[in-house]
């Protein structure tokens, strides 16, 4: 793929690369890492990405790589969630949605992503099950569980009434 082919594609899809591998990783600085690694990879390679799937394509990649990096290394998932939802993005964090993030950035790593990307992103199941090589059914089911623990921590001396 030449360069300025990829320069176009990091341009368009680097904020939603970074926000997926943040996700995944909760570190800004592995989420780069991963990001950096699919750019680099498609610039040695001689791919051709078909017109419209441009970010599915690059999602998945990233995807891929965060799993290649969770494989090979031992990570902590304690970073805020907040700051995933912060870079480059339109969603804005009302204060008294602070505790919810906090919540969330608890789940499991499985659920978390599963959340991030549905809600946060706003991809469909069939988008999401495409990132992350899973059938629909499986999303669907993360985000059931993650609900449900979600639930389970409002209920009963909290106010948030999602």
């Known amino acids: 793929m030449n360069n300025e082919a990829v320069l176009r594609l990091f341009d368009t899809y680097a904020d939603d690369a970074f926000r997926l591998a943040y996700s995944y990783l909760g570190s800004r600085p592995d989420a780069e890492d991963v990001v950096q690694d699919v750019f680099v990879k ?3 390679s001689d791919i051709t990405i078909t017109k419209g ?3 599915s394509y690059i999602l998945t990649m990233t995807a ?3 799993r290649d990096f969770l494989k090979s290394a031992s990570v902590a998932f304690n970073a805020p969630f907040e700051d995933a939802a912060d870079v480059g993005s339109d969603i804005e964090i009302d204060e008294d949605d602070t505790e919810m993030y906090a919540a969330v950035s608890e789940l499991p790593d499985k659920l978390r992503v599963a ?3 549905h809600y946060y ?3 469909s199941l069939k988008e999401i099950a495409d990132f992350l090589d899973i059938a629909p059914s499986a999303v669907s089911m993360r985000l059931t569980r993650a609900k ?3 639930r389970k921590r ?3 001396g909290s106010s948030y009434a999602g």
């Open 115 to 117: 959340i991030h990307l």
């Open 42 to 44: 498609l610039i040695k």
């Open 121 to 123: 992103e706003g991809y």
């Open 64 to 66: 891929n790589k965060c």
């Open 148 to 150: 449900e623990i979600l």
């Open 53 to 55: 799937k441009e970010k």
């Open 154 to 156: 409002f209920v009963g």
